[in-house]
């Protein structure tokens, strides 16, 4: 429970005004991210619309217990699920160019030693597409987030997966981006190195999947379709992540070898931002809007869907997806509403996300300590497959009828600070490139 402190900032006593109230309700933390778990717990379980600090909690907590240090998934099944990544050779008949692409290929090999046999994951917080909203098109604005980006241990451009929560502040709707194989962009732009997935089960391979596509896969898994926010916006989106991305390719010098020579005057700062749009999405396919995706049936569940939609891709791999897209039909379906995602699974979930934090809260040091940390994950992953509860109880929470227009809480980004960005008001950045 909060709890209110008056200290007495005189020693005398003598004034009544020199006391100051100091509020010492109960905070759960996790790497930097501070909830406060009495209205945390309230926003949960009493079907409330989930803010930007609950969101980011549990994104870095299915990251923290299924990811490990290094972006790579821990308890996956990898001959299940795992794609191992080799590199093959394209060689002019000439000796030093054969020589010269071996060289590189060796370079690759190397930055890549950490996604054999492994997804690596890159899962980025509900702070950075704020930010990437509000920059203008100046390369200065790109280049002060792709600074931020730097303390990822993988380059952002080597990770298979690229997760982007994103919150459309007119609607206050949370959806999700996924940027599968962002790496295949050195396919599509460099002519002398080639990358291919090899899936591990090569019976099922199929040319259309994500797994084995040419090019990188751009998904927009949105729990309500476009009605709050349209395709239109949802194109701006994505091209808006793509400049980033473009920006990322050509400033980051992990990168600069695999540009091609055609590419070099890219390289320059005015025309980096000047591809055309269809340059960019050339390099990609795009599912604005993907088939087969479970939709909430109210208003205020959207950011539950986001997690779960993360939290199931880390237990199934990009193999999920693959239903989603036109040309591919995969004889599973991941996200049947028989089995999860109805009413009842979704209200279980909230129930596991409450105990989590609860856990937490009084288990401070469970990161360290490998018995706490698979009791969390037991909490955590309660029933992926098929709602039962506990106690073979059912869960209920408040059911009151709830107005999308009036209910639906309008919040501000907590974390949300553009200085520690921009700098001055000039959107500037002080710091030196």
């Not at 599509?188 to 391979?205: A, C, Q």
């Not at 039909?329 to 049947?336: A, I, L, R, T």
């Not at 018995?371 to 869960?395: P, S």
Request: proline content about 1%.
């Amino acid at each position: 429970m909060s709890r209110k402190i008056y200290l007495d900032k005189n020693e005398n006593n003598e004034r009544e005004s020199d006391y100051e109230l100091i509020d010492t309700c109960e905070k759960v933390e996790l790497n930097g991210i501070c909830l406060d778990k009495e209205k945390a717990i309230k926003q949960i379980t009493k079907n409330e619309y989930l803010d930007d600090l609950i969101i980011d909690f549990f994104l870095e907590l299915a990251k923290v217990i299924c990811v490990n240090n290094d972006g790579n998934i821990i308890y996956l099944d990898d001959e299940k699920y795992a794609d191992i990544i080799t590199v093959t050779d394209y060689l002019d008949d000439e000796e030093e160019m054969r020589v010269d692409t071996k060289k590189e290929q060796r370079i690759m090999i190397n930055e890549k030693n950490k996604f054999k046999s492994k997804i690596n994951y890159c899962i980025l917080t509900s702070l950075f597409n704020t930010i990437l909203s509000g920059c203008r098109e100046i390369l200065d604005d790109y280049m002060c987030i792709r600074r931020w980006l730097k303390k990822l241990n993988t380059p952002i451009l080597l990770s298979d997966v690229i997760v982007i929560p994103m919150h459309c502040s007119s609607s206050s709707h949370w959806w999700l981006m996924i940027i599968c194989y962002p790496w295949r962009l050195f396919e599509s732009r460099n002519s002398r190195i080639r990358f291919r997935i090899r899936s591990s089960d090569e019976k099922n391979n199929n040319s259309n999947s994500i797994e084995n596509s040419s090019k990188g896969w751009i998904i927009c898994m949105d729990s309500l379709g476009n009605r709050n926010v349209s395709i239109t916006e949802k194109k701006k989106q994505v091209l808006k992540i793509l400049r980033f991305l473009n920006v990322e390719y050509y400033t980051n010098n992990m990168y600069s070898k695999y540009i091609s020579s055609e590419d070099v005057y890219i390289k320059s700062p005015e025309n980096i931002l000047k591809i055309e749009e269809n340059k960019l999405l050339s390099d990609w396919f795009v599912l604005h809007s993907p088939r087969n995706v479970p939709y909430q049936e109210n208003s205020f569940d959207c950011g539950v869907y986001i997690i779960e939609y993360i939290h199931l891709l880390f237990h199934l791999g990009t193999e999920m997806f693959n239903n989603m897209t036109i040309k591919y039909e995969s004889e599973f379906d991941y996200m049947n509403k028989n089995t999860i995602f109805n009413n009842k699974w979704i209200n279980n979930r909230r129930n596991v996300y409450a105990r989590t934090i609860d856990f937490i809260s009084y288990n401070t040091n469970w990161t360290k300590d490998t018995c706490l940390k698979n009791r969390l994950v037991n909490i955590f992953d309660d029933n992926m497959e098929i709602y039962k509860a506990e106690d073979n109880r059912e869960i209920k929470f408040s059911s009151s009828t709830r107005n999308s227009n009036y209910n639906r809480k309008r919040f501000s980004m907590y974390s949300f600070n553009r200085n520690y960005f921009f700098g001055n008001k000039d959107g500037r950045n002080n710091e030196k490139k």
